[in-house]
């Protein structure tokens, strides 16, 4: 399924650099969503976004911010990385109607690995 | 405030053994509740979700609200149910419906 893709897949960066996360789908979603995964803490939200105009934080935004280029597209950029920042970080596409269950299904990308150093 | 627990990190299983995944959560409202599957190389998928009250590859998970729990079972695990599962719960952030997941739980089911 690659309907939710991410680039880069691994990346390796030094601390103090800017650097950006691509995520685009050809789901034809309206709503997108970034997650950082760490080991023993779960996924948590970053940032969503419900339409191109609309973008709201999440749980854990400090230190990130994110950019709706089109509906198909949404860039988490790290505008001075740091080593916590370290994680796994997911891409996540919903429908703006529910689902048959009356339910929001997310749909996600492979991940990207981030490392800094 | 919500919130989903998943006490354990690690289950190990023998196949053919039945499985039990434990979720338990706070919401205030009226809670909508997820489990979704990793597999080992591929994305987060969602497994099953507690309103459509289905079976998925002979998982059920049935919503408790006295207990406020959401646990995965499976009568008899599979190797290929090896896998990293997480439960979520759909509550409001910032006004709208977002997913909040728990920590997940990694399940080897022994051969």
């Known amino acids: 399924d690659a309907d939710v893709t991410q680039t880069p897949r691994n990346r390796i960066t030094k601390t103090g650099k800017r650097i950006m996360l691509e995520c685009s789908q050809t789901?034809?979603?309206?709503?997108m969503y970034w997650y950082r995964q760490d080991p023993g803490l779960g996924l948590r939200l970053i940032y969503y976004?419900?339409?191109?105009?609309?973008?709201n934080k999440g749980e854990i935004s400090d230190g990130y911010s994110v950019s709706r280029q089109a509906q198909a597209k949404f860039s988490l950029s790290l505008e001075s990385a740091i080593p916590n920042q370290t994680a796994l970080y997911f891409c996540?596409?919903?429908?703006?109607?529910?689902?048959?269950?009356?339910?929001?299904?997310?749909?996600f990308g492979p991940g990207t690995r981030l490392t800094v150093t | 405030a919500q919130r989903v627990t998943q006490p354990e990190k690690l289950l190990s299983v023998f196949k053919g053994a039945p499985v039990e995944l434990k979720c338990n959560y706070s919401?205030?409202?009226?809670?909508?509740l997820f489990w979704y599957v990793q597999y080992s190389r591929q994305r987060l998928q969602l497994l099953l979700r507690?309103?459509s009250r289905e079976s998925i590859k002979g998982f059920t998970a049935d919503l408790n609200k006295g207990e406020t729990s959401f646990h995965l079972k499976k009568p008899f695990a599979q190797e290929e149910d090896s896998a990293m599962y997480y439960c979520?719960?759909?509550?409001?952030?910032?006004?709208?419906?977002?997913?909040?997941f728990g920590t997940g739980t990694r399940l080897t089911v022994i051969p």
């Open positions: 996540a596409t919903s429908d703006t109607r529910q689902g048959p269950s009356g339910s929001y299904e997310q749909y």
């Open positions: 789901k034809g979603h309206d709503r």
């Open positions: 976004s419900f339409d191109v105009k609309d973008i």
């Open positions: 919401y205030s409202g009226s809670p909508e």
């Open positions: 507690h309103i």
């Open positions: 979520a719960l759909s509550g409001r952030l910032g006004g709208a419906n977002n997913l909040f």
